[in-house]
């Protein structure tokens, strides 16, 4: 069973920076592209970023290229998610997600995904 937990979220000044972190467990993480979603209040979910199985392929949304930066740890089975220069309009329910297979999309279909964890940019 694919389990999947975020954590690092917080409140933050605009222009500031987060480092999400995903733990992942109940499937072979190393062997799964993983991505980024996140919801702002009354919006669907948007896709973020992607990176595949071996961290060598990224795709970001156009909204977060150049400020946020995606990665992932398979030794220690966890994806990561840097958010810089944060902007008001990122504020967002955050969550990870994994892919069917190794290679990155951008697709908005998943095998599965955390509970979030709530980024909030805010003076």
């Known amino acids: 069973e694919v389990h999947l937990v975020e954590s690092g979220g917080g409140l933050v000044q605009p222009g500031g920076s987060l480092r999400l972190s995903c733990a992942a467990s109940?499937?072979?993480?190393?062997?799964?592209?993983m991505k980024w979603f996140r919801q702002a209040p009354g919006k669907g979910l948007e896709w973020v970023s992607s990176i595949n199985s071996g961290g060598n392929t990224t795709m970001y949304a156009d909204s977060v290229k150049g400020r946020f930066t995606i990665s992932r740890d398979n030794a220690k089975n966890t994806l990561y998610l840097q958010l810089n220069s944060l902007k008001t309009e990122d504020t967002a329910m955050y969550f990870c997600?994994?892919?069917?297979?190794?290679?990155?999309?951008?697709?908005?279909?998943?095998?599965?995904r955390g509970q979030g964890t709530q980024v909030t940019v805010s003076s």
């Open positions: 997600a994994k892919h069917w297979t190794s290679a990155a999309s951008s697709s908005s279909g998943y095998a599965g």
């Open positions: 109940g499937f072979t993480f190393s062997s799964s592209a």
